[in-house]
């Protein structure tokens, strides 16, 4: 598979492009500038450098072309501005969403955040956050052209992973160590089942692979008619000096 990562530079992005080139998987990053170009290299992924805040759709889509999932990690961090909040967290978002659709990338995985809603009141710059993460949650997941999984991680460690999480679509609030995010990551995108989904990710005691495997729509078994039972003798009688309607 072909991967593109929006925000390759991340910290959860760089992990994950060390799980994916480990798979045998192509992977290219989407980075700011040239500066980190050679982290993503040592990770096994290409650096690609149009800026998500000035690039167009059409330049975006042209390093999507041929890529068979999607992966937005991209954020404002830690101390941006409420205009880089909207600038990143929800327009960027939004560009590499449309982008991948005009690509005709149908997989697609958005990191987003516990708490996110496009309604969510306050005037913090958290507050803020929170509402550009749910406003491209809600523009990706209503994009027909894409199979998207919406990811909510809990409160972000660097604590070594476990392998284990609680993934569904609804947690409650914990810890999460990036290691086990990006694990998820790599799951997420070798699958559609969980398309149209929002999860929640904490740790947990259930290995990554079967947790994702468990977030999907479960199979309905159909079980085979079961034949009627055959009639009494008497009853045959009956039926055959009965003239039909």
Do not use: C, W
Not at 17 to 31: D, P, T
Not at 75 to 96: H, I, Q, Y
Not at 146 to 159: A, F, I, Q, W, Y
């Amino acid at each position: 598979m072909r991967i593109v990562i929006a925000g390759g530079h991340g910290q959860i992005a760089l992990r994950l492009e060390r799980l994916l080139a480990a798979r045998e998987h192509e992977v290219a990053g989407i980075i700011r500038g040239p500066e980190q170009a050679a982290d993503l290299r040592e990770a096994g992924a290409e650096a690609v450098v149009p800026d998500l805040e000035s690039a167009s759709v059409d330049e975006v889509a042209a390093v999507l072309e041929g890529a068979d999932a999607a992966v937005f990690a991209a954020g404002a961090g830690p101390g941006s501005t409420v205009e880089r909040k909207d600038t990143v967290d929800r327009a960027a978002a939004v560009l590499f969403a449309d982008a991948a659709e005009r690509a005709g990338v149908r997989r697609h995985v958005i990191v987003s955040s516990m708490g996110a809603d496009p309604d969510h009141r306050g005037d913090e710059v958290f507050d803020h956050y929170l509402r550009a993460k749910g406003a491209a949650d809600a523009y990706v997941l209503a994009k027909s052209g894409l199979d998207t999984t919406v990811l909510r991680p809990g409160m972000l460690t660097n604590d070594a992973g476990t392998g284990e999480v609680n993934l569904a679509p609804s947690t409650g609030r914990g810890p999460v160590p990036r290691d086990d995010v990006a694990a998820t990551l790599a799951e997420l995108v070798e699958t559609s089942a969980t398309a149209g989904l929002t999860l929640e990710l904490i740790g947990g005691a259930v290995p990554v692979a079967e947790a994702v495997r468990n977030a999907g729509p479960t199979t309905e078994l159909i079980s085979a008619p079961v034949p009627a039972p055959a009639p009494a003798p008497a009853e045959e009688a009956v039926k055959k000096a009965t003239p039909s309607a």
